[in-house]
């Protein structure tokens, strides 16, 4: 065996481990801190709190006498609150015993703490996962500014084999004889759009030190690959962002929309694809998957695609996004990517869609390092989806996760009585049972899908 060949496999795949890590202890942490702190605000002790599972590699007790720790393994962490027996909160039998003749005692337990006090601190959990999703998207909009409503040239693309004639600040006025729309009217944009031909050189009127003139530039939306999903086709064959398809199947294109269009009239025949990629050219050759995408009306539709997204010839000018503006704006990424997520449930377990659509901790872990190798950004937003993804499961009403103890309180906001320690535990196996078939599935669809 060459072991030298092996090296770069071994640095991948740390490079992936450690891209997972960091993304889920940051996930875990904020989770379980929402659950801490809101716990300790309602009066309720927390004798432990991990980031973590398995032998404490550190560890400190602070001043309210809960023990802070860091444990071997990295793949979650819990807080254990006074009278609990482990760290799904399952009940200390023999703690709560202890603690009946003591009012303030109890008072300082998971489980005889007032009902109010106990719902808060189990919402807090999902809630600040919410919470930090929002302000992850708001503060990215903010970074990144949003597009002016005229159409003003940013950053310009390198396009091989053209000369481009426009210039950063020029307010694009007409492409092809098509009047620009403003940006913030999204459907005259997208019938603009779907009028520019497909073709280049073409002519653009645009206003330069307020005097129009006409200049010849690159189709508006060019084969570029601003980005890769991860787990594609694209991604296999190691197409780069910034990479620029010149040709599919030695027949040149200008535009995204014709690599769209060959891309799904192939139906998964494989494509040679012609790249250009900082000054050079090479070929690549990979077959377009049948992927299950989200429709605007909550539904799915399977298309081909290669997993790559588009960009325009140019990065529109930006301005900057007032802070409530961008949290607005966050908070609707965060319903989005809720929606889409009960969505894509609702369609697998009606057979709409492939279950091959759930991934397990496989997937979730090549995710995270392909999203970390497309940049600091990328990888940000991909914990903030993942951590919406974490706040939402953590919700289902399936024991032993925060939804199936909400529903627990719900039933003795209504009943006057929690349920019997005997249903508890046979409820609580039951849910820890769904979580481990769940987790079971959704690593066979990382393996075999």
């Known amino acids: 065996m060459d072991v030298v060949s092996l090296i770069p496999q071994f640095g991948g795949f740390l490079y992936t481990l450690t891209s997972f890590v960091v ?68 009940k200390d039998e023999e703690a709560m015993a202890d603690a009946e003749g003591d009012e303030a005692l109890l008072r300082r337990t998971m489980h005889g703490a007032p009902l109010w006090a106990r719902s808060a601190t189990v919402a807090a959990g999902p809630i600040f996962n919410f919470v930090l999703s929002t302000l992850i998207f708001a503060g990215i909009f903010m970074a990144q500014g949003t597009p002016r409503d005229t159409l003003t040239v940013g950053e310009l693309l390198p396009i091989p084999g053209l000369v481009n004639e426009l210039q950063e600040g020029d307010e694009v006025v007409s492409i092809a ?15 603009f759009r779907n009028q520019i031909p497909s073709e280049q050189p073409l002519d653009y009127g645009v ?28 991604a296999d064959i190691e197409l780069e962002p910034g990479d620029i398809i010149t ?15 060959i891309v799904e009239n192939a139906e998964g025949r494989v494509l040679l694809l012609q790249v250009w990629r900082t000054g050079q050219t ?18 799915f539709a399977t298309k081909w695609r290669i997993g790559i997204s588009g960009g325009l010839a140019f990065s529109p000018a930006t301005k900057s996004v007032a802070p409530l503006d961008a949290l607005t704006a966050g908070s609707s990424q965060v319903w989005m990517v809720v929606e889409t997520s009960l969505s ?38 991909f914990i903030a989806v993942l951590s919406t993804a974490v706040g939402l499961l953590n919700l289902f009403p399936i024991p032993a996760l925060d939804g199936g103890h909400l ?43």
């Open 23 to 90: 993304a889920l202890s940051v996930i875990v942490a904020v989770h379980e801190y929402g659950h801490y702190i809101i716990g300790r605000w309602s009066g309720i002790h927390a004798e432990v709190f991990s980031l973590g599972f398995g032998p404490v590699l550190w560890s400190r007790v602070d001043r309210h006498g809960t023990r802070w720790q860091v444990a071997l393994l990295p793949f979650g962490g819990f807080v254990k609150f006074l009278g609990d027996a482990n760290a799904a909160s399952g």
């Open 407 to 449: 529903v627990f309180y719900a039933y003795e906001a209504v009943v006057g009585k929690p349920p019997s320690d005997l249903a508890m535990r046979v409820l609580m196996t039951l849910g820890f049972g769904a979580i481990l078939a769940l987790m079971v599935f959704a690593l066979g669809n990382d393996i075999f899908c």
């Open 207 to 234: 206003r330069r030190d307020g005097v129009e003139v006409t200049v010849s530039g690159p189709n508006l939306a060019p084969p570029y690959v601003h980005s890769v999903a991860p787990r594609s086709a694209a």
């Open 344 to 381: 894509g449930l609702k369609h697998m377990i009606t057979g709409a869609i492939d279950t091959c659509n759930l991934s397990g901790p496989l997937g979730i872990a090549e995710t995270s390092g392909a999203m970390a190798s497309q940049g600091a950004k990328s990888f940000i937003w």
């Open 282 to 299: 090479i070929e690549l050759a990979l077959a377009p998957r049948r992927i299950d995408e989200p429709q605007p009306d909550g539904s």
């Open 247 to 261: 040709a599919v199947d030695g027949e040149p294109i200008v535009a995204f929309d014709q690599l769209k269009v």
């Open 177 to 191: 004889g098509l009047e620009v729309p403003s940006l913030a009217d999204g459907a005259r944009w997208a019938a």
